[in-house]
């Protein structure tokens, strides 16, 4: 089980919303260490999408956006497009772990 | 551009040893904390080891604490992963990976493009 719980799929029609959650807990989220996104395509290097909760890398579109709250932060897609189509994956900082923390990851099919 | 490439991987018996390595140019490899994270098949990502940009500090997910060693060459911009005692559930695409930001706050920028460990 992954420190950070994610759901395992998500699904939208192409220019539909789609939202992805990650729930941490105290020793991650909730004590204050922020979340990050990464993007991750079947035989390619993972993508940082998010950093810091809520700040996008230059020429990241802003279709991506990122929250935080406590001990869960969520990435939102808006406009589906179908090369979104991959897989997604939280990442934090644990403090009793000692240890860098990623979700389980979240597959996103457009349908 | 920024460029990390693995090499060293492949396929090895249990009980025995790889290494891998991580070519770094592009940027000023000094300058920056590197990371290890592997995914083994049909999982997700998992963070592996960390080395401090000066080398000073290393850190390990307790699944390969005691068996697997990272290192860096500062003055070849290269980063390694000497994995003993390898198990089964070592098998992964093992990814190197730049950390931006501060002792532990911060996030993977650039990834490479990933190596393959098969035991």
């Known amino acids: 089980q992954s420190v950070l719980t994610q759901p395992p799929s998500v699904s939208g029609a192409p220019g539909q919303r789609v939202t992805i959650s990650c729930t941490g807990s105290?020793?991650?989220?909730?004590?204050?260490?922020?979340v990050q996104w990464y993007q991750h395509l079947p035989e390619k290097a993972p993508k940082l999408l998010i950093y810091?909760?809520?700040n996008r890398p230059s020429g990241v579109p802003d279709r991506f956006s990122g929250s935080k709250s406590g001990t869960s932060a969520s990435l939102s897609i808006t406009w589906l497009q179908a090369e979104d189509e991959a897989d997604y994956y939280c990442?934090?900082?644990?403090?009793?772990?000692?240890?860098?923390?990623f979700g389980g990851g979240t597959k996103l099919a457009v349908l | 551009q920024v460029q990390l490439v693995e090499s060293g991987g492949g396929v090895a018996q249990p009980g025995n040893s790889l290494r891998l390595s991580c070519s770094a140019s592009?940027?000023?490899?000094?300058?920056?904390?590197m990371h290890w994270v592997r995914q083994a098949p049909g999982k997700g990502l998992e963070w592996v080891a960390v080395?401090?940009?000066?080398?000073?500090?290393?850190y390990y997910v307790d699944s390969v604490k005691g068996r697997f060693a990272i290192s860096r060459d500062n003055s070849r911009n290269t980063l390694y992963l000497q994995m003993n005692s390898l198990r089964a559930e070592d098998t992964a695409m093992y990814y190197c990976?730049?950390?931006?930001?501060?002792?532990?706050?911060?996030?993977?920028?650039?990834w490479g493009q990933g190596i393959l460990v098969t035991v």
């Open positions: 080395i401090w940009f000066d080398g000073s500090r290393d």
């Open positions: 990442q934090s900082y644990d403090s009793s772990l000692s240890g860098w923390v």
């Open positions: 810091g909760s809520y």
């Open positions: 592009g940027f000023t490899f000094r300058n920056h904390g």
């Open positions: 990976a730049r950390f931006t930001g501060g002792d532990f706050e911060g996030y993977f920028d650039y």
């Open positions: 105290y020793s991650n989220l909730g004590a204050g260490y922020d």
